[in-house]
Each structure stands twice: as structure tokens, then as C-alpha cells.
């Protein structure tokens, strides 16, 4: 980036860069998970549920990308190898050993829930001193919370007894 966009940047950039480098990180192990999810799937609303996970995991790589053009802007590194995800990632891999679809949805709820206090927190560093990272994060964040909300109303859906008769 520039000099004098890198100036404006009234916080510690280093500070930054580590909070930006571990979204980056949960960004990344959350398109595999939904990606991953997704092709594992069985039970219950199979199809509903793929098709929500494939969606998340377009998402989730918009999202990493977007991440790594601010830190590249900012004059940081992105991550380079998978290990370092694992190593930095806020929000862990939770694995689709059990690929029911029930459990899927619970484990990616966990997941969107963990994101948005992730945005949220980079939003609250940066607010008022970095506009751009704000608005940034602020966009991802909307992303994130209708990934809650869609995943919440699936799980309801299947929790609602089918009307017979
Ligand atoms: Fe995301
Ligand atoms: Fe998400
Ligand atoms: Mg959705």
C-alpha cells in the first residue's frame, strides 16, 4: 500500500496484521468445513442442508480473499501453510466426523457464532482509527450473521414435526 493510505492507520499495525492473519486463517478452515460438510452430508433435508453448506463455503472463500488483499495492503504476509492456519485460527476446525445433517448445522452455527465475535472484535480495534478495515470487517460481519440466521432456520425447520392427515 501506499504510504500515506499505511499512515492513516491509527493502530498497531502489527496488532493488526496478527488479528487480520487469524480471521484469514478462521476464513480458510471454514470453507473447507462447509465444503467439506456438504459433500458428506446424510439424514434429514440432505439436499437443503448441502446446498446451504456449498453457499457458506463460496462465502467463506470471498471472505479470505478479501482479508488477504487488506493484509497484502497493509504490508503484511498472509499466512503460508495450512499448519499455520491450525496454529492461528480463533475459531478452530470442527471436523464433519459425524455427517448428519443435524449435526453439521450445530457444528457451523458454533462456527458463524465464533465469526461474528471474531468481526466484531477487529471492528472494536480498528473503529474510528482504520475506516477501511472497519467497513472491511463490517461487511464480512453482515455476511456472517445471516450464515447464523440461515443455519438456525434450517435447524428449526427440522425440528418442527411434519404435519400429517
Ligand atoms: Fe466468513
Ligand atoms: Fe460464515
Ligand atoms: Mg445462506
Redesign the pocket.
Known amino acids: 500500500m501506499g504510504t500515506k493510505g499505511r499512515e492513516i492507520v491509527g493502530v498497531d499495525l502489527d496488532q493488526l496484521l496478527k488479528m487480520l492473519n487469524k480471521a484469514y486463517a478462521d476464513e480458510w478452515l471454514a470453507y473447507y468445513q462447509y465444503w467439506v460438510g456438504a459433500k458428506v452430508a446424510v439424514g434429514r433435508m440432505r439436499g437443503i442442508v448441502a446446498g446451504?453448506l456449498e453457499?457458506?463455503a463460496e462465502e467463506e472463500f470471498k471472505h479470505a480473499g478479501i482479508l488477504v488483499e487488506r493484509i497484502i495492503q497493509l504490508g503484511g504476509t498472509p499466512l503460508i501453510s495450512p499448519e499455520d492456519l491450525m496454529r492461528e485460527t480463533n475459531c478452530g476446525y470442527d471436523a464433519p466426523r459425524d455427517p448428519n445433517t443435524y449435526k453439521l448445522l450445530e457444528q457451523n452455527i458454533s462456527g458463524e457464532q465464533c465469526a461474528i465475535e471474531v468481526y466484531t472484535k477487529i471492528m472494536d480495534f480498528v473503529k474510528d482509527k482504520d475506516p477501511i478495515t472497519y467497513h472491511m470487517a463490517l461487511e464480512i460481519l453482515e455476511d456472517e450473521v445471516?450464515?447464523e440466521e440461515?443455519l438456525q432456520a434450517i435447524l428449526e425447520d427440522m425440528k418442527t414435526p411434519v404435519q400429517r392427515g
Open positions: 446451504e453457499e457458506h445471516k450464515h440461515d
